[in-house]
């Protein structure tokens, strides 16, 4: 299993510009995230998803989009790229169920730069 | 509501000392706890979780956490660190009620490890 996967790795985009970072799992999970990390303030929920067709507000929500329309994957979506916007982005998947504890599985991040 | 404070944003400890990292959570429900590790330039791994009975969980690369319930505290341990422990450490609690599954980070506590 590849696990989470995102792309692209880096991205510096113009202020203004739009763009959509993608997230797929292999898993077969049925809850994903989308995180912003920035030094020092730890991580910071945008979106979720619960499944397919469902998405829902995190905490910091304003400025993005996202779409959820199969299992595989969650793409995040920037349309007025803003300076604020400067963060790593990680996607996040985990299996609810069962019982379970919800650990969530991580990709390895994007790195986007707004000038 | 749920949240998770981690004392100390930096901490360096001598390769083969103690590693200590303090996590404290406030939860009004049994918690879900986990610590994650963030190498640099990757995503965040999980280290360890505590969901219910024993409360000394053991982890990977030698790492384990004691749920203390009367202090509310979930401290990470490692007898003997090793140059390879440097990485950021993040603690986490699992959310219930309307956004059940999602988790809370703390900010973060750096570990440096001095040869």
């Known amino acids: 299993n590849a696990g989470v996967t995102q792309t692209p790795k880096f991205r510096i985009l113009k202020i203004g510009q739009s763009m959509t970072l993608q997230c797929t799992q292999d898993?077969?999970?049925?809850?994903m995230y989308w995180y912003r990390q920035d030094p020092g303030m730890g991580l910071k929920l945008i979106y979720y998803?619960?499944?397919?067709?469902?998405?829902d507000k995190g905490e910091v929500p304003n400025g993005y989009n996202v779409s959820r329309s199969t299992t595989e994957d969650f793409p995040l979506r920037l349309e007025l790229a803003a300076p604020s916007q400067t963060s790593v982005y990680f996607c996040?998947?985990?299996?609810?169920?069962?019982?379970?504890?919800?650990?969530?599985?991580f990709g390895p991040g994007t790195r986007l730069t707004v000038t | 509501a749920q949240s998770v404070t981690q004392l100390g944003s930096h901490v360096s400890v001598s390769e083969g000392a103690l590693v200590l990292l303090r996590c404290n959570y406030s939860?009004?429900?049994?918690?879900?706890l986990f610590w994650y590790v963030q190498y640099p330039n990757q995503g965040l791994q999980l280290l360890l979780k505590?969901?219910?009975?024993?409360?000394l969980v053991k982890g990977i690369n030698g790492f384990e956490a004691e749920f203390k319930k009367s202090e509310t505290s979930f401290h990470l341990t490692k007898p003997s660190a090793h140059m390879s422990d440097a990485a950021e450490y993040f603690c986490?609690?699992?959310?219930?009620?309307?956004?059940?599954?999602?988790?809370?980070f703390g900010k973060g506590t750096k570990l440096s490890v001095k040869p």
């Open positions: 996040a998947s985990s299996f609810s169920g069962g019982g379970g504890a919800y650990e969530q599985y």
């Open positions: 898993m077969n999970h049925n809850y």
């Open positions: 998803s619960v499944g397919a067709g469902i998405t």
């Open positions: 939860s009004s429900v049994p918690p879900y």
């Open positions: 505590y969901t219910t009975g024993a409360t």
């Open positions: 986490a609690v699992r959310t219930y009620g309307g956004s059940q599954g999602n988790l809370i």
